[in-house]
């Protein structure tokens, strides 16, 4: 434990700030779309990564690895879309052991309703209180981030919403 560089004060702070910040921040967007939605968050983001996919559809696995959700939760909260008729799973023809996983019609209803009020609150809890070369420092620490977090870039990055009507 010798070799250990503890944090110092500043460090700390801002630590156990960021730390407070990520957990409330999540927190609020799942209060917020249970509220108004009756989904958690975690559903809203499956719905979402859903409807920007060809057409509507991923493996369970790709959907798992873009979630960064481990196979037997994501299963879970699958079963529990599947049973509201959000979503449908099916074997691939000709590979059954793929599993597919495909947003239906009311998946995408529900999904257009609860849109608003989400994007509303994370410009309320998160753009709406910082300047805009603090959403540039954000994301440039994000990405600092993701490349000490994933060095050889094997978890997928977000790709640029332009077009494919991203509603994260």
Known sequence: M???VWLDDEQQRTWRTFLAAAHLLDAALDRQLRHDSGLPHAY???LALLSE???RSLTMTGLARL???SPSRL???AAKLEDEGLIRRFRRP???RTTIVELTDEGVRTLEDAAPGHVA???RVLFDVLRPEQVGQLRAIAEAMLGALDPEGAEPRYTDPGGTGNRN
Do not use: F, I, K, N
């Open 2 to 4: 010798a070799d250990v």
């Open 75 to 77: 299963s879970h909260a």
């Open 44 to 46: 809203y983001q499956t």
């Open 67 to 69: 979630l960064r959700s």
């Open 53 to 55: 996919a060809p057409g």
């Open 121 to 123: 609150e994370v410009r």
């Open 94 to 96: 000709g590979d059954r």
